[in-house]
């Protein structure tokens, strides 16, 4: 492993080149003239040539103006007190003021103990600055660094859009020397480790430096893109004959069916895939990325119909990742593009009693109510209420060959007939096809496949990747009051 570079050397690994421009002001220190504190500050000061455990300033990144701020573990363990506080806060106001981007690069043992309750409150201080920042729709991206403890972790360092974390970094609650100190025995080891918060979706990826540099430039080329003035491309063309219920099913069974992951490799620019639901959960069935169709800025929510079926059905933490992705594309302003691809949620006793149907309800709701654009596609199968759950969009998008159906035409058969045998027939009696859905006003327009996306993937996704592009824009050059207005008439009036 390289080694870990220090705040300074981070950030200009991470920024272009000779664009730092520090933001500091000579820290008023709390300690008592002559204490002990003021000494060890003084040595901190003599040893690391920091004058405090946090810095904070701006840059460019890829060209674009950023606010940073870093801790330096060196300085007192990038503990934070008051003067670190205001510190921070006056970066983070500044950059919330100047309408900036902020990068958090936290390093730090939490709390400074020579400051007591003081400091330990000061967390509040920061999450109110942070929070507002946020609320002005500014993105906040979080690269967390070797150690992460306390109030730090259980703050700001908590509370990014985007969370990428330094490889065997130790990011934990309560510190393990604190751990073993306190009851004896030690913590066990591979719980507190940028890795295993990755496996628990706590964090979106774990990279290095100057990973983070490129991650950071793809997240704020989508975070950051403008919403208004984009030219609309030309209308998409229309899909030609409808194909046959049941043969649209076949189709959009194929294992070599283009699904979202393709979609976003073949048809979008600057993926950033994020993981998880950021409290202990992840879903690899669903998939949730930031992405750029043409120049129509996404959060993307998709259900991955490979890894659902190679064993990760959707269940209620897949439909908790998905209503991240709401939060996300709401508080940033950004179009949301749902994709639906699912064969059912997941039956089984963990999702029955993990809040299955109360999840499909929550997610339901968050979707159909989002003040952000919303977009959905149909892209292939959609049964039941896993698909039910992200379909209800400012604009519905279908493949030729997706569909949608209460549940899998061989349920609805099993219900009516106590035999699998009719679902070619169900099928084609309960509407589920592109052409029926359009007809019946669940579909807006549908995608042409020519004659099947199996055999054209490249040339599929590009297309649906254009329909989207049209969609976005043509969403983000309407009001909202007006786009929330048409979407909750549109569910209103549905079969009326
Ligand atoms: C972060 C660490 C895992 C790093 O371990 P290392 O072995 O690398 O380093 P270390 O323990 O030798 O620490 C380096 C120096 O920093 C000091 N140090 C560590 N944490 C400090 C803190 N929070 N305030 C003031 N000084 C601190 C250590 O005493 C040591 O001083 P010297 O070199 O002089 O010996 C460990 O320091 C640790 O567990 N710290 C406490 C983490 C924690 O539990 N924080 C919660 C605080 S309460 C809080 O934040 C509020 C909340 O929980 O909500």
């Known amino acids: 492993m390289t080694s870990r570079p220090d705040a300074r050397a981070l950030i200009v690994r991470v920024l272009d ?35 405090e455990a946090v810095i904070t300033g701006e840059g460019t990144l890829d060209g674009r103006r950023v606010a940073v701020v870093a801790c330096e573990f060196s300085f007192l363990a990038g503990s934070i007190g008051v003067a670190a506080t205001e510190r921070l806060v006056r970066a983070v106001e500044r950059a919330t003021a100047e309408g900036l981007p902020l990068l958090a690069a936290p390093a730090s043992g939490g709390t400074r103990m020579q400051e007591g309750a003081l400091a330990f409150a000061q967390m509040v201080k920061i999450t109110v600055a942070v929070t507002r920042h946020r609320d002005a729709g500014l993105p906040y991206v979080v690269y967390l660094r070797h150690p992460t403890t306390g109030g730090v972790f259980a703050s700001w360092g908590s509370l990014g859009h985007v969370t990428a974390a330094e490889p065997g970094a130790l990011i934990g609650f309560l510190g393990p020397r604190v751990y073993e ?11 507190q480790v940028a890795e295993n918060l990755y496996a628990h979706g706590l964090v979106d990826a774990v990279v290095s430096a100057e990973d983070a540099r490129e991650i950071a430039i793809r997240a704020l080329a989508v975070l950051c893109a403008p919403r208004r003035g984009l030219v609309r491309g030309p209308e998409p063309e229309d899909a030609g004959e409808p194909a046959e219920a049941w043969e649209a099913i076949m189709r959009s069974r194929r294992d070599d069916r283009p699904g979202v992951r393709s979609l976003l490799k073949l048809g979008a620019d600057d993926v950033t895939p994020l993981n998880g639901t950021g409290t202990g959960e992840h879903e690899p069935g669903l998939m949730l990325a930031l992405a750029r169709f043409g120049a129509a800025p996404a ?130 009696s309960q509407g589920v096809r592109a052409a029926d859905l359009l007809r019946d ?56």
């Open 181 to 191: 100190s306190l009851y004896g025995y030690p913590f066990p080891e591979d719980v």
């Open 299 to 428: 959060v993307v929510l998709g259900q991955d119909r490979r890894r659902q079926r190679a064993g990760a059905p959707l269940g209620p933490a897949g439909l908790r990742v998905a209503r991240r992705g709401m939060r996300l594309a709401s508080e940033l302003g950004l179009p949301l593009v749902t994709v639906i691809d699912t064969a059912g949620a997941a039956l089984s006793k963990a999702a029955e009693e993990g809040g299955l149907a109360a999840e499909i309800a929550r997610s339901l709701a968050d979707l159909v109510m989002l003040d952000a654009p919303t977009v959905c596609l149909l892209l292939g199968e959609g049964a039941g209420g896993a698909a039910l759950a992200l379909l209800p969009a400012d604009r519905v998008v279908c493949a030729q060959h997706g569909w949608l159906s209460p549940l899998p035409p061989e349920g609805a058969s099993a219900i009516l007939y106590r035999t699998v045998d009719f679902a070619p027939e169900i099928a084609r």
């Open 441 to 496: 006003g669940i579909v807006d327009r549908i995608v042409p496949e020519r004659p099947d996306a199996a055999y054209e993937p490249e040339a599929f996704c590009r297309r649906v990747a254009r329909t989207l592009e049209y969609e976005i824009i043509g969403l983000l050059d309407t009001p909202a009051p007006e786009r929330l207005a048409a979407r909750l008439e549109r569910y209103r009036s549905l079969g009326s």
């Open 17 to 51: 080149a000779h664009s730092w421009k520090p933001w500091d002001e000579p820290p008023l220190d709390r300690a008592a003239p002559g204490s002990q504190y003021a000494e060890e500050l003084a040595a901190a000061r003599a040893a690391t040539g920091y004058d």
